[in-house]
């Protein structure tokens, strides 16, 4: 009798050991299921309705590079005027889509060749070196007070040209990487105060801010955004070249921006003196506050790309444990979570300010553009893997913004991406999809970075 009860208590042991490993295996199962099934999502959000789109449509084979106005049902518009900026993010798209669909589609690598010749031939300056801002269809350059050339533009030149060169190999391009990168050594690069001054004449003189520029005006003064893209630049070429003084200037920017322009209180100062002392209106009326509104206010879009690439250069530069870096970016996140997040519906808020004497923030800019909710997306995921299990809960806001932006951001009839979420801006559905200042590259970093990290992640 006792051997039969023996017997039946090991069937049963063994039975609940299967079903429970069933139980396992099957919610196993369910995730990697639902894991693949999200990947999908992003590479076809990635490909079929942003890439295809945009390429080879905005390809200009009578002028050189890009097209720059698509209209909202993707036509090309009529203005094409043709800014560095665009057309390198063109450029570094189309190499980065080369590299992950070589076996599929050569067409990338062609398109990234096309723009490269076009920087190359068109938009350097033969005379004084650096790249023109901002040129016609043809190419011949506008030239605009104070701001023939800058050190934004010449930082997505460099960004772009690395990027080819990564992808093709093509030598020419890192040579030209090398020769901008050296052109804002020269000129650029301030030699006291470091850091980079971003307006420059037409042979490289930075422009010194005068009296008689208006008030809200940027010009003359250093400037978050492009020091966060020159550090971005630099980190993409430091990573096919690294060269001694490439490594110095990243890591420079890297300390000023994570040191200096993100204040004490987790969010980054827009605009700075030379010595970066940060230019405020807080002690002015609510008026003139938002008068300055471009000068001075709370970017949440603009916290959390940058949280991205601070992490990305302190990788590039091989920081072991850099907790510092890594901190301050969770910070950033966490404050435009806290201060620049709809909590009805989801995605981050154009901009805030503290005004004095009130404690909460105020959403001065309830408006949500393209180019934050990208951003969002690749660096909350980004959270999500570092802090999985932080009370914040990051993959949670993560999915939110997915929602999101598949509801309110992403065209599901023409496809591509709105400029606004069409929540608050609803006119949005029939403005430009494309301009000088808007392409493909947030938000196909963002898409194609996104799902290679699931895949990483399991």
Not at 288 to 296: N, P, S
Request: contains cysteine; aromatic residues 12%; charged residues 30%.
């Amino acid at each position: 009798m006792k051997k039969i009860i023996l017997l039946v208590s090991c069937f049963s042991l063994l039975y609940s050991c299967n079903s429970n490993k069933s139980k396992k295996d099957n919610n196993e199962i369910e995730r990697e299921n639902s894991n693949q099934a999200l990947i999908a999502e992003f590479e076809n959000a990635a490909d079929k309705d942003l890439l295809k789109k945009w390429y080879p449509l905005v390809i200009d084979k009578e002028d050189g590079g890009y097209y720059s106005q698509v209209t909202h049902d993707f036509k090309l518009g009529e203005e094409h005027n043709k800014m560095v900026v665009t057309q390198a993010r063109h450029i570094w798209t189309n190499a980065k889509a080369s590299k992950r669909n070589q076996e599929e589609d050569s067409s990338y690598l062609k398109n990234a060749a096309h723009g490269f010749e076009f920087l190359r031939d068109i938009m350097w300056d033969k005379e004084n070196g650096g790249f023109h801002n901002l040129v016609n269809k043809s190419g011949e350059p506008i030239i605009k007070k104070g701001e023939a050339k800058t050190a934004y533009g010449n930082s997505f030149a460099i960004y772009a040209l690395a990027a080819y060169y990564d992808a093709s190999g093509n030598e020419e391009a890192l040579d030209l990487a090398k020769k901008t990168f050296r052109w804002l050594e020269e000129h650029s690069h301030d030699k006291k105060y470091k850091g980079y001054f971003q307006h420059l004449e037409m042979n490289g003189t930075p422009v010194k801010r005068t009296a008689e520029m208006a008030s809200t005006s940027d010009i003359g003064y250093k400037d978050q955004n492009s020091s966060i893209h020159l550090m971005e630049a630099f980190t993409e070429l430091y990573r096919v070249w690294p060269n001694d003084l490439v490594g110095e200037r990243l890591e420079e920017l890297l300390l000023i921006i994570r040191d200096t322009i993100v204040n004490d209180d987790d969010y980054m100062n827009l605009f700075f003196e030379r010595d970066w002392t940060p230019v405020s209106f807080k002690e002015k009326s609510k008026e003139e506050i938002k008068k300055h509104y471009y000068l001075d206010h709370i970017s949440p879009g603009h916290d959390v790309e940058t949280a991205f690439l601070m992490l990305d250069a302190s990788e590039a530069l091989g920081l072991k444990n850099d907790s510092l870096t890594l901190q301050t970016a969770k910070r950033m996140v966490d404050h435009s979570l806290e201060t620049g997040w709809d909590k009805k519906v989801g995605g981050f808020y154009d901009g805030g300010y503290y005004f004095e004497g009130e404690d909460e923030i105020t959403t001065v800019n309830d408006k949500k553009n393209w180019w934050a909710q990208a951003e969002g997306l690749n660096t909350l995921l980004i959270m999500a893997e570092k802090f999985p299990e932080d009370e914040t809960n990051y993959r949670k806001y993560f999915n939110e913004l997915w929602s999101y932006t598949k509801t309110y951001m992403m065209d599901q009839e023409q496809g591509g991406w709105y400029e606004w979420g069409i929540d608050k801006t609803p006119g949005a559905k029939t403005a430009l999809k494309g301009h000088i200042w808007k392409a493909t590259y947030h938000n196909y970093r963002a898409l194609s970075h996104v799902a290679d990290r699931l895949r990483e992640m399991k």
